[in-house]
Antibody
Framework: EVQLLESGGGLVQPGGSLRLSCAAS????????MSWVRQAPGKGLEWVSA????????SYADSVKGRFTISRDNSKNTLYMQMNSLRAEDTAVYYC????????????????WGQGTTVTVSS | QSALTQPASVSGSPGQSITISCTGA?????????VSWYQQHPGKAPKLMIY???DRPSGVSNRFSGSKSGNTASLTISGLQAEDEADYYC???????????FGTGTKVTVL
């Protein structure tokens, strides 16, 4: 069964850090681009970042650029998001999603999603 | 990169057809055929409904169809059913540095 399982969410103070993980199974993880998408409480979806399946290309939303770092370990079939300098506006459910393509210069959609992990930034 | 613009809400009666618009710019919708649509029920993860403007993944009902004209993409749901009541989001590839952008989202209500 194709599956994504996020973990690492929690409560963190403003200015703090958190690392999210997304464990993939049921497909050849290394060949697909992967994305993080978040949803603030009561709000819409916001694309956060993506990592290509090969070539190591990454991309970030302007709202997180310089604070968040996406990475992947293909030997562990796991995607990560290191989140630093967290702000209240980063509070959201964070979804990991598998893209249908390997590169970031095309967009064939995200066909597999995890259940999400909740990040709350508050003092 | 600003979010793509969608109507906040669209409603229709069972059996009717509705269309949700998604307006962007020449740097995103107008400049590529990489437009996708997602359905999200409350408390659930999004589900891919349409990719590359008008293609449906396996298992998605043919009541869902997509199109594009200029800088605006559209999702049409025909034969509206109660289970179609959900939030819908468009996305597009963008030639700006961010590469991906979501729409503002549309709540579909089945009357």
């Amino acid at each position: 069964e194709v599956q994504l399982l996020e973990s690492g969410g929690g409560l963190v103070q403003p200015g703090g850090s958190l690392r999210l993980s997304c464990a993939a199974s049921g497909f050849t993880f290394s060949i697909y681009a992967m994305s993080w998408v978040r949803q603030a409480p009561g709000k819409g979806l916001e694309w956060v970042s993506a990592f290509s399946g090969s070539g190591g290309r990454t991309s970030y939303a302007d709202s997180v650029k310089g604070r968040f770092t996406i990475s992947r370990d293909n030997s562990k079939n796991t995607l990560y998001m290191q989140m630093n300098s967290l702000r209240a506006e980063d509070t959201a459910v964070y979804y990991c999603a598998k893209e249908r393509s390997g590169g970031l210069e095309v967009d064939y959609g995200m066909d597999v999603w995890g259940q999400g992990t909740t990040v709350t930034v508050s003092s | 990169q600003s979010a793509l613009t969608q109507p906040a809400s669209v409603s229709g009666s069972p059996g009717q057809s509705i269309t949700i618009s998604c307006t962007g710019a020449s740097s995103d919708i107008g400049g590529s055929n990489y437009v996708s649509w997602y359905q999200q029920h409350p408390g659930k993860a999004p589900k891919l409904m349409i990719y590359e403007v008008s293609d449906r993944p396996s298992g998605v009902s043919n009541r869902f169809s997509g199109s594009k004209s200029g800088n605006t993409a559209s999702l049409t749901i025909s034969g509206l059913q109660a289970e179609d009541e959900a939030d819908y989001y468009c996305t597009s590839y963008t030639s700006t540095g961010t590469l991906r952008v979501f729409g503002t989202g549309t709540k579909v209500t089945v009357l």
